[in-house]
């Protein structure tokens, strides 16, 4: 069993743990970031580093973070992403463009959540989830 705290007003991230969480939903707990602070907080993860990473704590209360927590929850939903990530050139780079990833992820248009995962659940403006996790840390 593993929980995914991950930031729920992105359309991307709210996907991909709805579709991902489907797939193995006794091993998977989708909770959101800021319904979880104080557990972040207490393993060593502010705010803004679990908006902007996901974040992961497996049933022995290990967390992981960044590209090591997309692994892992891929891999705990049996997922053909899974073989993609730990492929050996794959794997290295995954590790270079996740955190760019994951710091702009915000700009990216809300139709490419649409084709990866499904139609996301939250709704942003001109369709893009424009709001820089940093500018939200008050929220």
Not at 71 to 92: G, V, Y
Not at 122 to 138: F, L, Q, S, T, Y
């Amino acid at each position: 069993m593993i929980t995914v705290f991950y930031d729920d007003d992105c359309p991307i991230c709210q996907s991909e743990i709805t579709h991902l969480t489907a797939k193995n939903p006794d091993k998977i707990i989708g909770i959101p970031v800021k319904n979880a602070l104080d557990e972040l907080n207490q393993a060593g993860i502010d705010k803004i580093e679990a908006l902007t990473y996901l974040c992961i704590k497996d049933d022995k209360g290990h967390f992981y973070k960044g590209i090591e927590a997309v692994r892992l929850l891929h891999q705990t939903a049996n997922s053909e992403f899974a073989l993609i990530l730990d492929l050996p050139i794959i794997k290295p780079m995954s590790e270079l463009i996740y955190p760019i990833f994951a710091k702009h992820r915000y700009k990216i248009p809300k139709w490419i959540a649409h084709l990866l995962f499904g139609k996301p659940k939250v709704h942003c403006e001109n369709g893009v989830c424009h709001i820089n996790p940093k500018d939200r840390i008050n929220q």
